[in-house]
């Protein structure tokens, strides 16, 4: 196989996607530049906006993201990411239209929870912390329950709309330690309802947890780092 | 003209090109995904290392630079931004090699210092701390001159050895405050010696002055947000 070089196909908001360079970085183990993982990122957030395409009230970004997978195809990039859990709805349709492989966060968040230094406490139930649109689609859930045989533990319609959304906007206007306070309490009830891990498929959900010190952040999983893992799994296999 | 999008030749290190994304959307103003730069960021460190070539001692990066310039010029990028000083010695080979315009981060730098804010109050002194091969070189002393008729304070033998190359491997090491204090004292050094405006062209300085809130930072350019800048510029014109 010739030398691994990761695409990103990004954008989907663009702060996501630097968060994922940035974890890259992070997880390699390296003492010079030449050691860091090789990435091309598709940073181009002119994207119609996925939310309102799955409500149906905007136009599908299907075209957009079609395009920016043959665009990292023609880099020959070797493997292809995407760092947004929604814009995973059309990950079939990328999938078939890319030489190159793409890797499905849910199967990098997957492979965090089964780490070897975890094996010996499987989780029975896990918590998953997401939008309406992640929790609709199922995709966590499947595999949770398919490779581990967990269940997993969903916010109710009420925790959601008290919780989980005024969470998320107070991070988009910067208010952390507010939205990390609704978050924090979020995560205590899932625990409270026997989640052992948690998954937060949300970009707002770790930063908030870490600015109030969350005592929930050790059975955390981040899917956007756990894609990172992949990333530097791929570089260091070569 | 056709719509922009930016090209970053990255990866020099990799930490530093995710710092240009980082401040590129910082200094955009957006109120949604869609209002952001649109950018493609080259971020592959394997690239023959700069200072050693430089110095005599290690292969050309520029075979591999060249690489870069093509394959961002095949993504139709509409201009190219490299955020890495030492890398602008192949400044020259890359712009011949290169359909899209390739942007100096030299030129960004006395842009942001030429300001209309600052009109009023043109610098006559322009204090510069960066690498000896930064130093050696010549490009901002010579812009310095020639644009703004203003001379350029640098640290002398003694302050490189006992200031700034001790403070930017102890950032490197992760003592920011120890690497914070030795850079304060040379950005006092310079103020002292007349320099009304600190260019802090080495990525390390700008992160450790803001770690002991040094009282340089509102008279300090960060070259790297000076490019930003620029790419923020050439979206909003379009």
Same mark, same amino acid.
């Given at each position: 196989?010739?030398?691994?070089?990761?695409?990103? *196909?990004? /954008?989907? #908001?663009?702060?996501?996607?630097?968060? $994922? +360079? &940035?974890?890259?970085?992070?997880?390699?183990?390296? !003492?010079?530049?030449?050691?860091?993982?090789?990435?091309?990122?598709?940073?181009?957030?002119?994207?119609?906006?996925?939310?309102?395409? *799955?409500? /149906?009230? #905007?136009?599908?970004?299907?075209?957009? $993201? +079609? &395009?920016?997978?043959?665009?990292?195809?023609?880099? !020959?990039?070797?493997?292809?990411?995407?760092?947004?859990?929604?814009?995973?709805?059309?990950?079939?349709?990328?999938?078939?239209?890319?030489?190159?492989?793409?890797?499905?966060?849910?199967?990098?968040? $997957?492979?965090?929870?089964?780490?070897?230094?975890?094996?010996?406490?499987?989780?029975?139930?896990?918590?998953?912390?997401?939008?309406?649109?992640?929790?609709?689609?199922?995709?966590?859930?499947?595999?949770?329950?398919?490779?581990?045989?967990?269940?997993?533990?969903?916010?109710?319609?009420?925790?959601?709309?008290?919780?989980?959304?005024?969470?998320?906007?107070?991070?988009?206007?910067?208010?952390?330690?507010?939205?990390?306070?609704?978050?924090?309490?979020?995560?205590?009830?899932?625990?409270?309802?026997?989640?052992?891990?948690?998954?937060?498929?949300?970009?707002?959900?770790?930063?908030?947890?870490?600015?109030?010190?969350?005592?929930?952040?050790?059975?955390?999983?981040?899917?956007?780092?756990?894609?990172?893992?992949?990333?530097?799994?791929?570089?260091?296999?070569?």
């Amino acid at each position: 196989m010739s030398s691994p070089l990761v695409g990103v *196909l990004g /954008g989907m #908001g663009p702060l996501a996607t630097v968060d $994922l +360079l &940035h974890k890259i970085i992070e997880e390699t183990p390296a !003492s010079r530049d030449q050691d860091h993982v090789p990435v091309v990122a598709w940073n181009v957030p002119q994207i119609p906006d996925r939310q309102q395409a *799955l409500a /149906g009230t #905007g136009e599908s970004p299907l075209p957009m $993201l +079609l &395009h920016a997978v043959r665009q990292l195809n023609h880099l !020959s990039v070797s493997h292809i990411v995407v760092p947004c859990n929604t814009a995973h709805h059309w990950f079939d349709a990328l999938a078939e239209e890319s030489y190159a492989p793409l890797i499905h966060i849910a199967d990098a968040t $997957l492979h965090a929870i089964t780490l070897p230094a975890d094996a010996k406490k499987a989780p029975q139930k896990i918590g998953l912390i997401a939008t309406h649109g992640t929790l609709n689609v199922g995709w966590y859930q499947q595999r949770f329950a398919a490779q581990l045989g967990a269940e997993t533990v969903v916010p109710d319609e009420q925790e959601m709309t008290t919780l989980f959304v005024p969470g998320c906007y107070a991070v988009k206007r910067g208010e952390l330690q507010h939205g990390g306070r609704l978050l924090d309490q979020l995560a205590a009830r899932l625990v409270a309802r026997g989640a052992e891990r948690l998954v937060l498929a949300c970009t707002e959900v770790p930063p908030a947890l870490e600015t109030v010190s969350s005592r929930w952040r050790d059975i955390s999983i981040d899917p956007t780092r756990a894609l990172a893992q992949a990333c530097v799994r791929i570089w260091l296999q070569r």
